[in-house]
């Protein structure tokens, strides 16, 4: 409590309102409105259409949303091997230069802007004896390359608040460390992996820098779709484009939200 | 088995056993596993991308020689591409929008989180959990919304050119020719970056010490200054360093504006796949990179620091 009398708590909470509603609840609004637009010639949208939602799901775009789907589960389940895999050997490592080496290179993809990543696979793939320059390969390269830092930094987290007693009790049953990992370690660690894995796929979905560098014309995601569209004046559509792409992304939030809630009561 | 038995066991007893245990050699077999176990991930990402970079960071000092079979490839070394005017200037608009972004960001996202943390409302909860859910939408979005809202024919101008009967025809436009559009796109979209460890930090605050404070007469501008403030600190500079990395990296609103305004990001973008000019936009990302590896180190110190020595942060 900071704020003790009436009038002040009600000063406080008109200030956040005001900033809440006019810079992240009217944006989204707008947005939304925005993908239900035929024309808008005035204040507000002077007729409305349902065309830009269903353009959304035609042809051009959908192939965006098929490519979209695909790189990121590809890449979320990639990062999530990755990461976990990383993250359980962070932990076994006794060593202070080998946890910092784990530390430090499973981090960098995160300080690296995104734009950086594609430029360097371009870079290294376009030339030698690995060529990936225009393949799909190479933007899903890119995307599990960008989250599995964010999966690394997840796991690794929740293996670090484990209770070691519950291995230790294994081993001491005689359980061997593999069976220790897929009995006791993993569904323990359940609700992290599930979340990390649901992060994962919403950034891939969103992103834009790397794939902007590595992408070609028959894998072109979401993002870059929406981008052409806007570019080309097409906004309404870009704006449902938009809105579709985030409904998709807050249902898998939402779907790996209840496994998690349901794996933490067992 | 036997080879992998007698390699020198790098790393002391594995975390798996407890330490009483006496050391079998089938124990040591597998503290040498261990070890190895270990080793996958690392050299997967070493190849995909430390080796990808390390070319990045080579081609940038070696510059690129005139290639006879391809006449339209722009030759350049690191030295001409920092000395380029138009580069200058784009390197001072990468750190001076990521400054004044992290200063916006920092201000709202205190301000916000104070309230969210200390006047509670209905519904705070419900904020906070769209907080994480707007972490996880990509940046672009932001830019496309507010250009509806403020753009050049958006909704707010044609309110403003009705309310003035039509004489300026488009009386906010910002959005499109100014660097505030970008400004106010990443104040929106980085905000709650600032905001999650701003929040951590606060739900740690001792609520008595602010009724203390209180009763004692302080003021609440004062106990805002003189207690929660200092306690939270190094939740500030966490989240200072994070959204001025991210702002210097940001490619997703600087480029959705129309690129008129350019940063860093969108500028490699631009030398890679406009002007097949690989070695400036190699030189151009090694100044990025070093840029935003120093913030990233300062930030994971600071957060180090925030979960250890919250005292010490206090009293330094």
Redesign the interface.
Known sequence: ????TRR??RI??A??AF??LL??A???G??V??AFTKQ?????PSSYTFSNVTAAFHTDPLDGLETSLITALLSSLIALV?GT??AL???????RV?KT??QT?????????????G???????SQGPVLLNGTNTIVV?AH??LV?AYAFQQVSAAVTRLD?AY??AA??LGAR?YY?LLRVKLPLLLPALTGSL??CF??S?????AT??VYSANWTTL?LR??AL?DRGH?FV??AV?AV??TI??AV?LVVSRIRTRANYR | MTTVTELPPPTPPAPAMPSSRPAAPANKARRSLAWLWSTPPILLLGAAFLYPLYLVVKQAIEGSPPDPTNPFKVTTSFMDTLKDPGTRTVIKNTIQMAVYSTVGCLVLGFVLALIIAFVPFPGARAVSRFIDVFLSFPSFLVTVSIMFLYGRVGMVNHIASALTGGRHDTPINFIEYSPWGIWLAELIYFTPFVMRPLLTAFSQIDTGQLEVAASLGARAGRVIWQVILPEALPAVFAGGSLVLMLTMNEYGIVSFTGAKYQTLPVLIENFAKEQTNYAGACALAVINIVLSLALFAGYRVLLARMSGGRRAAVHA
Request: aromatic content about 14%; overall charge negative.
């Open positions: 409590m900071l704020l003790y002040a708590q406080a909470w200030v956040f900033f809440f810079l992240f009217l944006p989204f707008v947005l409105l925005a808008w010639n005035g204040a507000f990755l895999w990383a050997a962070l932990d076994a490592v006794r060593n080998g080496l784990i290179v499973f981090m960098l993809p995160i300080a690296v802007p995104s734009v950086v990543v430029l360097a696979l371009l870079v290294a793939f390269m599990s390359i599995t070691p291995e230790q081993a001491s460390p220790t649901a992060l919403a950034l979905m969103g992103e834009l820098g902007a560098m993002p929406i981008y806007d906004q870009a704006a938009t792409m985030m992304t807050l939030l």
